[in-house]
Nanobody, 112 residues
């Protein structure tokens, strides 16, 4: 099970940090953050492997940072220099050998 937290309302240029906590063995896999804005498809934001290797979508490079704390079973998404177009529901995802797990999502709203 995955649970996201940390969303909220922030002004453009501000920052937020999202957290994703996982239970059981589903944490010992690669984890990704996705987002879905109203009327749009869900899109990949960033990923982190069990070894700490990271990838980012071009539209967040230089602004967002994904990290993980393995002992605490947490994955973070630090979001800086937020823009109104970053407004979306952000989801945590874990791909395991038995399937994909998703959290319930956390709303991020960036006001202009």
């Amino acid at each position: 099970q995955l649970v996201e937290s940390g969303g909220g309302l922030v002004q453009a240029g501000g920052s937020l940090t999202l957290s994703c906590t996982a239970s059981g063995s589903i944490f010992n896999v690669n984890v990704g953050w996705y987002r879905q804005a109203p009327g749009k498809q869900r899109e990949l934001v960033a990923t982190i492997t069990t070894g700490g290797r990271t990838t980012y979508a071009d539209f967040v490079k230089g602004r967002f940072t994904i990290s993980r704390d393995i002992p605490k079973r947490l994955v973070y998404l630090q979001m800086n220099s937020l823009k109104p177009e970053d407004t979306a529901v952000y989801y945590c995802n874990a791909e395991t050998a038995v399937g994909a797990y998703w959290g319930q999502g956390t709303q991020v709203t960036v006001s202009s």
